[in-house]
């Protein structure tokens, strides 16, 4: 988050040093149309590109309304893919294929999430995480913050594979970009007579899955693929995404490194850390009985890419 902040501190100073800049005109230009009735048409297009890049999405659409000559650059894919690997953090991905960088970039920063669709009557607060990047289609999901020592197979049941782990492999995850945020919502049907509370959610999405109209709609929702249940004392809420084939890289290790943003034992507040390949999160819990945690996941249809996955953590 201090990460965030700083970026934002940077971002004020580069557009206070760009405030004043004149637009880019000859000499020669002003010179010879110096009347009343001059009109400005003269600009340099890779300027204003470069310019661009210094802005966020939201002045850079205010350029855009200035005449149709600013309309015409600052919608070009190219201001949109910068801007948007950019405030996501995410290092720029070689093959990259998004059809509509200014769409993804609203979806991602227009201040929606996936309560903000359906169950709105269920939410209660949430917090943006970051973006991670799946370069490959596997993904081993934990209510653990390490890697365990025997990764489960590809053609293991998934469901008896939570119930007796808490963790389990996925297959078939979209390739992307990929956001994440912490979710509290109010307890859903979860058939514990006794549960009154709240619910902790690490909710995860490919960043196209807003620009879809299947998922507006609610014709693509999440389905539970297990449940692991613990019956005694919970030190901690916890649950985490990792792309296999990136297990051992250093942006994964600063993940699992949970010293270093867990806090404290009386530290009550949610945290969250985030690699490249790997997002995580962590609340420590007073006394109690036990914990559930459920692992769930939407698809683009029946059989479809996984688009979105949820942990979520409730107390027995």
């Known amino acids: 988050m201090e990460g965030g902040r700083e970026m934002q501190r940077s971002t004020k100073r580069r557009r206070s040093a760009i405030a004043a800049c004149t637009?880019?005109?000859?000499?020669?230009?002003l010179t010879a149309h110096s009347s009343s009735s001059m009109v400005f048409t003269w600009y340099e297009e890779d300027a204003w590109t470069e310019v661009a890049k210094f802005l966020d999405g939201r002045y850079i659409a205010r350029l855009g309304v200035v005449n149709k000559w600013f309309h015409r650059v600052m919608t070009?894919?190219?201001i949109w893919k910068y801007a948007t690997l950019r405030d996501l953090q995410i290092p720029e991905q070689q093959g990259e294929a998004y059809c509509k960088w200014k769409k993804?970039?609203?979806s991602?920063?227009?201040?929606s999430h996936s309560y903000s669709f359906r169950q709105q009557e269920k939410h209660i607060d949430w917090m943006r995480i970051g973006a991670f990047y799946f370069q490959s289609s596997t993904a081993l999901l934990s209510e653990h913050l390490e890697i365990p020592k025997r990764i489960p197979k590809c053609d293991e049941n998934l469901e008896n594979t939570i119930e007796h782990s808490g963790i389990c492999l996925l297959?078939?995850?979209k390739i992307g970009i990929w956001l994440a945020d912490l979710q509290l919502v109010r307890c859903p049907v979860c058939n514990?007579?006794?549960c009154e509370g709240t619910m902790q959610t690490l909710d995860a999405r490919h960043s196209e899955l807003f620009l879809h109209d299947e998922f507006k709609s609610g014709k693509w929702d999440f389905e539970d693929i297990g449940v692991h249940r613990v019956d005694s004392h919970c030190n901690a809420a916890a649950g985490a995404l990792f792309e296999v084939e990136h297990l051992k890289s250093t942006s994964t290790a600063s993940v699992m490194d949970t010293k270093s943003w867990i806090g404290q034992t009386n530290d009550w507040q949610p945290k969250a850390r985030i690699g490249h390949h790997a997002v995580a999160v962590n609340t420590n819990l007073q006394p109690n009985e036990g914990i559930n945690v459920k692992f769930q996941v939407m698809r683009d249809g029946i059989g479809g890419e996984i688009i979105g996955i949820r942990i979520s953590q409730q107390l027995l």
């Open 23 to 29: 637009s880019p005109r000859s000499a020669t230009f």
């Open 171 to 173: 297959t078939n995850v």
């Open 76 to 78: 070009q894919d190219l």
């Open 192 to 194: 514990l007579n006794t």
């Open 108 to 111: 991602a920063f227009d201040g």
């Open 104 to 106: 993804l970039y609203t």
